[in-house]
């Protein structure tokens, strides 16, 4: 007598063992990628601007973006980061006059 497998026999097995499969699925809030302008690489996130944990998630790559030169391992910047913007011939409407160069 051949037995066949029932789904009514083993309701729990089955549902622990669906529920283990989509738990174990790892599951990301935001995307991360990787913007690289010659020498000089960097990770942004969706998840902001400056996300705790790093890239993947994890403790140790906790700082490993800003990368210049990015030919060697271990030379980044991430904590030290910001944004420069820089103009010539600057008309200031706060301070009321012209630079020549002005980097904010």
């Known amino acids: 007598m051949r037995k ?3 789904m009514k026999k083993y309701p729990t097995i089955i549902l622990l063992t669906i ?3 989509v738990l174990s699925l ?3 809030a ?3 990628k990787w913007i690289a302008v010659g020498m000089l690489h960097n990770w942004f996130s969706s998840g902001g601007c400056e996300i705790e944990v790093g ?3 994890e ?3 906790q700082q490993d973006g800003f ?3 990015a030919l060697y ?3 980044d910047m991430q904590a030290a980061k910001a944004l420069w913007f820089g103009a010539k011939n600057y008309d200031d409407p706060v301070a009321g006059k012209e630079y020549g160069y002005k980097i904010v």
């Open 4 to 6: 066949t497998f029932s």
């Open 19 to 21: 529920l283990t499969i």
């Open 26 to 28: 790892p599951l990301q």
């Open 30 to 32: 935001d995307d991360t």
């Open 55 to 57: 890239r993947r998630h």
């Open 59 to 61: 403790i140790i790559d």
């Open 67 to 69: 990368q210049y030169p």
């Open 73 to 75: 391992s271990s030379q």
